[in-house]
């Protein structure tokens, strides 16, 4: 199985500043037939279901804000918040979907400092 | 509008059995792949199932030989049958639509708000 490890675990960050979560994998998700990464950024409020926000990690769904944004490749990415905005205040999970079992991070709660 | 509902969540005794549901609109169910994913009371998301629009299965070692996932195309739901049911298994239950496609390799842009399947004498 592939396994995901995000850190920080938990991250506090000041309104309008850069927030930035990583998340590498035991293995490679580049599929090198296509040249994509299966990787996916989730974002969880209190009491909701997981919400995408970047897929093959690096391409915003539509109607995510453009201070997200997804980078890497191979075993490591990074979701970075530009400008952090009260309402992004939620655990965020990475997700490999390159083989099964489908497997996701540990989850980075993050906070307003 | 895609929607996804899911109910048959329930308390049950260990070792026993339940079958979820979930009832998929506004999208072409038939050719779109599904899972299921779980999680745990205050804990994270673990990927638990999922179907292809082929009807191809696929399982999370933890479940594998006790749950089966099955697709009913003509009346757009997803089932999860659950047998010998473990304290471990207690979880909000959510069914997942794939993005793009109709097979698994892909991320999930919708999901249900969840049922509560809890395991306990």
């Known amino acids: 199985d592939i396994v995901m490890t995000q850190s920080p675990d938990s991250l506090a960050v000041s309104l309008g500043e850069r927030a930035t979560i990583n998340c590498k994998s035991s293995?490679?998700?580049?599929?090198?037939?296509?040249?994509?990464?299966?990787l996916a950024w989730y974002q969880q409020k209190p009491g909701q279901p997981p919400k995408v926000l970047i897929y093959?990690?690096?391409t915003r769904e539509s109607g995510v804000p453009d201070r997200f944004s997804g980078s890497g490749s191979g075993t490591d990415f990074t979701l970075t918040i530009s400008s952090l905005q009260a309402e992004d205040v939620a655990v965020y999970y990475c997700?490999?979907?390159?083989?099964?079992?489908?497997?996701f991070g540990q989850g980075t709660k993050l906070e307003i400092k | 509008e895609v929607q996804l509902l899911e109910s048959g969540g329930d308390l049950v005794q260990p070792g026993g059995s339940l079958r979820l549901s979930c009832a998929a609109s506004?999208?072409?169910?038939?050719?779109?792949?599904m899972s299921w994913v779980r999680q745990a009371p205050g804990k994270g998301l673990e990927w638990v199932s999922g179907?292809?629009?082929?009807?191809?299965?696929y399982y999370a070692d933890s479940v594998k030989g006790r749950f089966s996932i099955s697709r009913d195309n003509s009346k757009n739901m997803l089932y999860l049958q659950m047998n010998n049911l473990r304290a471990e298994d207690t979880a909000l239950y959510y069914c997942?639509?794939?993005?793009?496609?109709?097979?698994?390799?892909?991320?999930?842009?919708?999901w249900g708000q969840g049922t509560l399947v809890t395991v306990s004498s």
């Open positions: 293995q490679s998700v580049l599929y090198s037939s296509n040249n994509k990464n299966y």
């Open positions: 997700h490999q979907y390159y083989s099964t079992p489908q497997t």
């Open positions: 506004g999208f072409t169910f038939s050719t779109n792949a």
């Open positions: 179907t292809s629009g082929g009807g191809s299965t």
């Open positions: 997942a639509k794939v993005m793009h496609s109709s097979v698994i390799r892909d991320a999930f842009d919708f």
């Open positions: 093959w990690a690096s």
